[in-house]
C-alpha cells in the first residue's frame, strides 16, 4: 500500500472544508492521516497526478467525482437489532402514541443514516416480529444515506456473519436465504418492505421531498458534526416529524443540547425527542 500523500496546511483547509460545505462533517488536523490516505486512493482511481489537478477535478464534479469523494469518508460500521432497546421503545411507546386514534392508516419510518440497511431492515423485522398491529396499518419504512456505494448494498441485501451476530438462529432462519459459509440474503419479502433513497442531513432540498414521518432514527451521525451543522441538520429532521413524531439518536448523542425545538421524553426503554403537537404536548 503507497504511503499517503502529505498536504500542505492551506492544501488540507481546502479539503477539510470542501468536505465541511457537502457534508457537515468536520475533519480537523487529528483526522489528517485518514482524510489524506483517501484523498491518495481518490488520486489513483482518477489518474490526478497533483492535489492542485485532483482539486479541479473535484470543484468541476467531472465524472461525478464529488459523490465519489464524498463516499470514501463515509463511516458505515453497523449490524442488525443495535441499539434494540430503541426497538422495544417503538413497539411499546412510541407506535402507541402515534397510533393511538386511528385505527388504520399510514405509519412512515425514516432510518438516516442507513447505511448497508442493517437498520431499516431490523425495524421491518422487529414490528412482524412483535408489533400486533402490524397488519391493520400501511408501514413504509425509508432508509437513506449520502453514500450511495452502501444504498447500493442495502439494496441487494447481501450480509456477512458480523452484521447477523446479534439475530436468534431462529430469524436468520425465517428472514434470510444462506447464499455460503459467510453471507446471507435477506428475502424477497422483506427488502421490498424497505425503500432506499439518497440523503444529505444537512441539505433541506434533499430532506424535505421524503415527506413527514411518525419516527425517524438517526443515530451516531451527528457527533460528527460541529455544531452550526448539527443545528442544521436538527432543524431538516424538525420538518420531516409530523407534529407529535419522535426522533431516536444515538445513546451518546442528546438532542437538548443541539436545538430548543424537540420535547424530551423518557420511557421505560429509551429517551427519545418529539416535535411538540401542534397546539399541545407531543
Not at 475533519?27 to 492521516?33: D, P
Request: aromatic letters at 12%; one cysteine or more.
Amino acid at each position: 500500500m503507497a504511503e499517503p500523500i502529505q498536504v500542505s496546511e492551506e492544501e488540507y483547509s481546502r479539503l477539510s472544508d470542501f468536505l465541511y460545505r457537502r457534508t457537515g462533517m468536520v475533519f480537523n488536523e487529528t483526522k489528517r492521516y485518514y482524510v489524506e490516505r483517501r484523498l491518495t486512493d481518490r488520486m489513483a482511481v482518477t489518474g490526478a497526478s497533483s492535489f492542485a489537478s485532483y482539486f479541479a477535478r473535484l470543484r468541476s464534479d467531472a465524472n461525478g467525482e464529488i459523490e465519489q469523494f464524498i463516499n470514501a469518508f463515509t463511516v458505515n460500521e453497523t449490524y442488525f437489532y443495535r441499539e434494540d432497546d430503541q426497538l422495544r421503545c417503538l413497539t411499546s411507546d412510541l407506535l402507541a402514541e402515534r397510533t393511538a386514534r386511528r385505527r388504520s392508516g399510514a405509519v412512515r419510518i425514516w432510518s438516516v443514516p442507513c447505511a448497508t440497511g442493517e437498520e431499516p431492515y431490523s425495524i421491518a423485522m422487529w414490528l412482524l416480529e412483535t408489533w400486533p398491529q402490524v397488519d391493520a396499518f400501511e408501514i413504509e419504512i425509508i432508509g437513506s444515506d449520502i453514500d450511495t456505494r452502501v444504498l447500493q448494498a442495502a439494496e441487494a441485501g447481501v450480509f456477512g456473519r458480523r452484521a447477523l451476530m446479534r439475530l436468534p438462529p431462529e430469524l436468520i432462519e425465517k428472514y434470510f436465504e444462506r447464499l455460503d459459509e459467510d453471507s446471507w440474503r435477506i428475502i424477497e419479502d422483506l427488502r421490498g418492505s424497505v425503500r432506499f433513497t439518497p440523503a444529505n442531513l444537512i441539505e433541506a432540498s434533499e430532506t424535505r421531498p421524503h415527506g413527514q414521518f411518525d419516527v425517524i432514527f438517526c443515530r451516531n451521525v451527528l457527533i460528527y458534526f460541529d455544531e452550526a451543522s448539527r443545528r442544521q441538520a436538527a432543524e431538516n429532521l424538525y420538518e420531516n416529524l409530523a407534529p407529535g413524531g419522535f426522533i431516536c439518536l444515538g445513546h451518546s448523542e442528546s438532542m437538548s443540547r443541539i436545538s430548543p425545538l424537540f420535547e424530551v421524553r423518557r420511557f421505560a426503554d429509551a429517551i427519545v425527542y418529539q416535535r411538540p403537537k401542534e397546539g399541545g404536548r407531543g
